[in-house]
C-alpha cells in the first residue's frame, strides 16, 4: 500500500467535506438572513423550518444524501391568495427532462428560480407546501407548460391537475454566487421577491439581478 498517497487522498477527501459544509452553512446564513427581512417586511413562512424533501438517507441511494435544492415559500395576511418564494437549485440534476431544459435554457448551476402564485384555489394555507415547493422548483426555466409560458419573467397558469391548486405563476430566474457578502445576496433575492409579490414587472425587469432569458 502506498501509505503517503492514502495519507495525502485521505487529507484531501476531509479537506472536500470541510468544503461543503462551509458552504452549507453560507446558505443556512442567507436563508436566515431572507428570511428575517421577510418578516420585517410582514410575511409568513409557509410550513416549519424545512428547506429540502430531496434527500435521502437509504443505504443504497448515496447520490441523494445531498440536497440538489433549497426553498422557502411565505404568504402576507391572514386570508393569503397568493404566496411567493424562491428555489435555490444547487444540482446535480440527472432526469433527462431536467437536462434538457438546463441545456435549452443556458442554465449554469447554481441559480435561484422565483415564483409569484396569484389567485390561488384552494389557498396557499390549504395546500401541502411540497405543491408550492414544486411551482417555486420549476417556475422560469423547467415547464412542462412550456407552450403556455410567456416574455422573460415567464408566466402562465396552472390547474388542481398539474399543481393541486389553480394559479397564475409570474416565474424569474437570478443568478446566485457562492460566498458572495450575505448582503449581497440578501439584497438579490429579496428586493426582486417583493417586486414580484407587488407586480412591478418593469421594475424587476430593470433588477441587475435578473436573468434577462427570453
Known amino acids: 500500500m502506498d501509505f503517503e498517497k492514502t495519507t495525502t487522498q485521505g487529507k484531501s477527501l476531509a479537506e472536500s467535506q470541510a468544503n461543503v459544509a462551509e458552504f452549507y452553512q453560507y446558505l443556512s446564513r442567507v436563508m436566515v ?6 418578516i420585517e417586511q410582514s410575511f409568513t413562512a409557509i410550513g416549519d423550518s424545512t428547506v429540502f424533501l430531496d434527500a435521502s438517507a437509504a443505504l443504497e441511494r448515496g447520490s441523494r444524501w445531498l440536497p440538489r435544492y433549497l426553498t422557502r415559500a411565505y404568504v402576507k395576511g391572514k386570508k393569503p391568495t397568493r404566496a411567493m418564494g424562491y428555489c435555490i437549485h444547487l444540482g ?3 432526469e433527462p ?3 434538457s431544459f438546463l441545456e435549452k435554457s443556458n ?3 447554481p ?3 422565483l415564483a409569484c402564485l396569484q389567485n390561488m384555489l384552494p389557498g396557499p394555507l390549504e395546500v401541502e407546501p411540497r405543491q408550492i415547493w414544486d411551482r417555486l422548483w420549476d417556475s422560469g426555466w423547467w415547464a412542462t407548460y412550456e407552450d403556455h409560458v410567456s416574455g422573460p419573467l415567464r408566466s402562465y397558469t396552472t390547474t388542481r391537475e398539474v399543481s393541486g391548486f389553480q394559479a ?3 416565474g424569474a430566474l437570478l443568478n446566485f454566487i457562492p460566498f458572495e457578502p450575505i448582503g449581497t445576496a440578501l439584497d ?3 428586493g426582486p421577491l417583493l417586486l414580484l409579490h407587488e ?3 418593469d421594475l424587476l425587469q430593470r433588477s441587475p439581478y435578473l436573468m434577462k432569458k427570453e
Not at 438572513?33 to 421577510?38: C, F, S, T, W, Y
Request: proline share 4%.
Open 33 to 38: 438572513a431572507v428570511e428575517q427581512r421577510m
Open 92 to 94: 446535480p440534476y440527472t
Open 97 to 99: 427532462t431536467s437536462l
Open 107 to 109: 442554465l449554469v448551476l
Open 111 to 113: 441559480f435561484v428560480s
Open 168 to 170: 397564475t405563476i409570474t
Open 188 to 190: 438579490r433575492i429579496v
Open 199 to 201: 407586480n412591478a414587472n
